[in-house]
């Protein structure tokens, strides 16, 4: 799973107690944040993927040794990973309509209630790996 690495900056306005402003160096635009650490955390999680989910390619980021080197007092590096699930979420997507054997739809809904999948993550998966080899 890739990671990313980002800038946690406590916030210094009366008020703001606890806020924590979230950037990802290298990323132009991309920031967010939460109150305390594990909400800034979810919500950085959250922007990365929303973001990158429409890339053509992800972006590189510079090393963590030279981010660290720009750190000003009080702020900490932390690594955010891009969940594959909230990718898919956020992935642009087409609809398609597509007619399948009643018995075949029935077999699907029974593994894709037992497995949490919707019939479109199921469908999605099921290409992929059938892509996969051939």
């Known amino acids: 799973m890739k990671t ?8 210094e306005e009366p008020g703001e107690e606890g806020v924590i402003y979230v950037t990802f160096p290298g990323l132009d635009n ?7 650490v594990e909400q800034a955390l979810d ?3 959250d922007v990365l ?4 989910a429409e890339a053509e390619t992800l972006p590189k980021q ?3 040794e030279k981010l660290e080197l720009a750190l000003r007092p009080g702020e900490r590096l932390y690594p955010v990973p891009l969940d594959p699930a909230l990718l898919y979420r956020y992935a642009p997507k087409q609809k398609i309509n597509a007619s399948l054997p009643t018995a075949l739809v029935i077999r699907i809904d029974e593994y ?3 497995t949490g999948q919707d019939r479109s993550e199921f469908l999605k998966h099921a290409s992929e790996a ?3 080899h051939h």
Do not use: I, N
Request: glycine residues 6%; positive net charge; proline residues 6%.
């Open 4 to 11: 990313y690495w980002a800038k946690f900056t406590p916030s």
């Open 30 to 36: 991309l920031f967010t944040d939460g109150r305390g």
């Open 43 to 45: 919500m950085a999680r």
């Open 49 to 52: 993927a929303l973001v990158l």
């Open 62 to 64: 510079p090393k963590r």
């Open 112 to 114: 894709r209630a037992a």
């Open 130 to 132: 059938y892509l996969e």
